[in-house]
């Protein structure tokens, strides 16, 4: 079993930058694959990064291609999301997740998910 606990988010204006940190317990994260997703009102929870149990391979979504970094310190149990140039669009709760195996797209893919943390962008 492993648990989840995102933290880091918070209110930011358009532009600005925050940095999301899930931190892990219970068993070690290299042998997981990492993803994180996000969920605005009234909509389905997305897909948002994903990184390998090495670090070695990232993959983001379109949206947020070249502003989001996702990385990973095995040895701290952790992984992040920087975020940069931060717009009104990204404002919703930001969940991370570990998969089994080699993770994906799909919150389908993935075995277990933090609580959540808010991040609300103002224009």
């Known amino acids: 079993q492993v648990q989840l606990v995102e933290s880091g988010g918070g209110l930011v204006q358009a532009g600005g930058s925050l940095r999301l940190t899930c931190a892990a317990s219970?068993?070690?994260?290299?042998?997981?694959?990492m993803g994180w997703f996000r969920q605005a009102p009234g909509k389905e929870r997305e897909f948002v990064a994903t990184i390998s149990w090495s670090g070695g391979d990232t993959n983001y979504d379109d949206s947020v291609k070249g502003r989001f970094t996702i990385s990973r310190d095995n040895a701290k149990n952790t992984v992040y999301l920087q975020m940069n140039s931060l717009k009104p669009g990204d404002t919703a709760v930001y969940y991370c997740?570990?998969?089994?195996?080699?993770?994906?797209?799909?919150?389908?893919?993935?075995?277990?998910w933090g609580q959540g943390t808010q991040v609300t962008v103002s224009s």
């Open positions: 997740a570990a998969a089994r195996g080699s993770g994906g797209y799909s919150v389908y893919d993935y075995n277990y």
């Open positions: 219970g068993r070690a994260l290299i042998n997981y694959a």
